[in-house]
């Protein structure tokens, strides 16, 4: 299986920061790599797919970079709608679909 | 509105089984491949199991292999899981979620999630 590593786990902004979360394949995965935003008690949202396309309807402050093995999300302009947890997902090759640790990005 | 509404959780003892309900709206169901993902009060996201727009492919988390069956009724626009044998480390919420690509059998991101629906498995 492939093992998928965040970091940090977690991290402390302000509004106004950017911010940029790492999501490292145990292999390379070419694009296959989303991103997603959970917010408390609610579904994940997907941000970004194939590494660095930007899901309909999310915010363009949201981009996603990289291929192979490692792969970053960037907030470039922290809102307070943004203070959430982020997860990546390798989808390249499956069984199992494998998602990162979770990165909680909290209010400084 | 393209929508996802789980259904079917509860209390369970270990060993007993219980089965979830996904009912699709708002998109040609027949059309995509279905995943269940679960999460542990606490924890992260882990995959459950995925099944083809045809049923043709289904897949499991090697976690729930032999004891869960996904299943579903396109007639129905309904998903399904059900769950045997279960055990504490089934305790979760469990999302259904809706592949991001239709007309194909690969699997790749979720792009629609239901709400969830939390199973407990305690004595």
């Known amino acids: 299986a492939i093992r998928m590593t965040q970091s940090p786990s977690s991290l402390s902004a302000s509004t106004g920061d950017r911010v940029t979360i790492t999501c490292r394949a145990s292999?390379?995965?070419?694009?296959?790599l989303a991103w997603y935003q959970q917010k408390p008690g609610k579904a994940p949202k997907l941000l970004i797919y194939?590494?660095?396309a930007l899901q309909s309807g999310v915010p363009s402050r949201f981009s996603g970079s990289g291929s192979g093995t490692d792969f970053t999300l960037t907030i470039s302009c922290l809102q307070s709608e943004d203070f959430a947890t982020y997860y990546c997902?390798?989808?390249?090759?499956?069984?199992?679909?494998?998602f990162g640790g979770g990165t909680k990005v909290e209010i400084k | 509105e393209v929508q996802l509404v789980e259904s079917g959780g509860g209390l369970v003892k270990p060993g007993g089984s219980l089965r979830l309900s996904c009912a699709a709206s708002?998109?040609?169901?027949?059309?995509?491949?279905m995943n269940w993902v679960r999460q542990a009060p606490g924890k992260g996201l882990e995959w459950v199991s995925s099944?083809?727009?045809?049923?043709?492919?289904?897949y499991y988390a090697d976690s729930v292999k032999g004891r869960f069956t996904i299943s579903r009724d396109n007639a129905k626009n309904s998903l399904y899981l059900q769950m045997n044998s279960l055990r504490a480390e089934d305790t979760a919420v469990y999302y259904c979620?809706?592949?991001?690509?239709?007309?194909?059998?690969?699997?790749?991101?979720?792009?629609?999630w239901g709400q969830g629906t939390m199973v407990t498995v305690s004595s």
């Open positions: 099944i083809s727009s045809s049923s043709s492919y289904i």
């Open positions: 979620a809706r592949d991001f690509r239709g007309s194909t059998t690969l699997l790749g991101a979720f792009d629609i």
């Open positions: 708002g998109f040609t169901f027949d059309s995509f491949s």
């Open positions: 997902q390798q989808y390249y090759s499956y069984p199992p679909l494998t």
């Open positions: 292999q390379g995965i070419s694009s296959y």
């Open positions: 194939a590494a660095s």
